[in-house]
């Protein structure tokens, strides 16, 4: 039987633990939850669109191996750029209407530490370069020719990125064009990929050519921290893909990841990211945008504007394509 002494230290003990939990700060409030709340799927790695199939794999190779999360995002974002095939992003990427290819990309490692290019030209692999400015420059993004001239510096070799295929649909495509760029569900435009490691790090890169004939020198959200990446190693990450400049305007990934920091499930946050592209658009035709998310416990999520968006996901038990929900029908 518990004697008034013994209720009285036991009431102590316990007034103690919360005056020490009231004193953390709220980083380590995060950390205790993310600790103590539940079990992590570790690794994993998730990406945009079919070609995050043959991109994952590459990561995957990495990450089983125990390897960093940041390796993974690149070398597996890499495939795609380096594919003749893919018209969207890197090599064979389709031009803007003056016939010039220009790409933009951008990683993001555990440590909030991030690099970018925009504009680059020339160069097969603009997330190499893009990760040589996260760790060799006390800069964020370089943009057009000084991003070039740092490439170069870097040892980077220079590449025709217009491909013969691209050069012949982009001669077929001036034959009528009024410069409209469209995006639609077939218009792909961008590999986001994002990564959870062995040791509970996160990464994400994402890389593009862009809008396919869009004004010389546009730039979009792929390039951009917090609208096409963002990176959070406390609570989760996120990538977008889709019409850039909607992206932009609600600074989509970071808004993503703030929503999990708030308790939402990456399901939840992509909704109303998407929620919230729709609200600040009157006019939505032709306006897919999708978002990717991956949280601290290894659950992935997907939403999009319009029907066709999907993801792919590798862990130690699962690889497949997954359809993400949508607000609406084409």
């Not at 808004?255 to 658009?281: D, Q």
């Not at 130690?316 to 997954?322: A, H, S």
């Amino acid at each position: 039987m518990k004697t008034r002494r013994d209720f009285i230290k036991l009431s102590a003990l316990g007034s103690a633990a919360v005056l020490t939990t009231s004193c953390l700060t709220s980083e380590e409030k995060n950390e205790k939850l993310i600790v103590n709340s539940k079990k992590t799927r570790k690794p994993i790695v998730i990406s945009t669109w079919n070609h995050g199939i043959k991109a994952n794999e590459v990561s995957w190779q990495i990450l089983s191996k125990g390897g960093s999360s940041l390796d993974a995002v690149e070398a597996g974002v890499k495939v795609t750029e380096s594919d003749p095939n893919n018209s969207s992003v890197g090599l064979g990427g389709l031009p803007d209407r003056d016939g010039i290819v220009t790409l933009d990309a951008c990683i993001m490692n555990h440590e909030n530490n991030c690099g970018s290019v925009a504009f680059l030209q020339d160069f097969e692999n603009p997330i190499s370069v893009a990760r040589k400015v996260m760790e060799e420059t006390q800069h964020v993004l370089l943009v057009g020719e000084g991003a070039k001239q740092f490439a170069l510096e870097q040892g980077f070799e220079e590449t025709n990125l217009l491909t013969e295929e691209s050069k012949l649909q982009w001669e077929k495509w001036k034959e009528k064009s009024n410069y409209q760029p469209v995006i639609n569900s077939e218009n792909h435009d961008t590999i986001g990929l994002l990564a959870l490691d062995e040791t509970g790090n996160l990464s994400g890169a994402c890389t593009t050519s862009g809008m396919a004939y869009k004004l010389h020198g546009r730039v979009g959200d792929s390039p951009i921290i917090g609208a096409g990446l963002f990176v959070d190693n406390e609570v989760g990450a996120a990538c977008a893909t889709g019409m850039g400049e909607a992206v932009i305007r609600i600074a989509g990934s970071a808004i993503v990841v703030e929503l999990m920091r708030n308790g939402m499930s990456p399901n939840e946050a992509c909704k109303e990211a998407v929620n919230r592209v729709v609200k600040k658009h009157k006019n939505l035709t032709n306006l897919q945008v999708g978002f990717i998310a991956l949280n601290k416990f290894g659950e992935a999520g997907a939403y999009s504007v319009y029907e066709g968006f999907n993801y792919a996901i590798q862990t130690t038990t699962q690889k497949e394509m997954i359809d993400a929900k949508y607000y609406k029908k084409w």
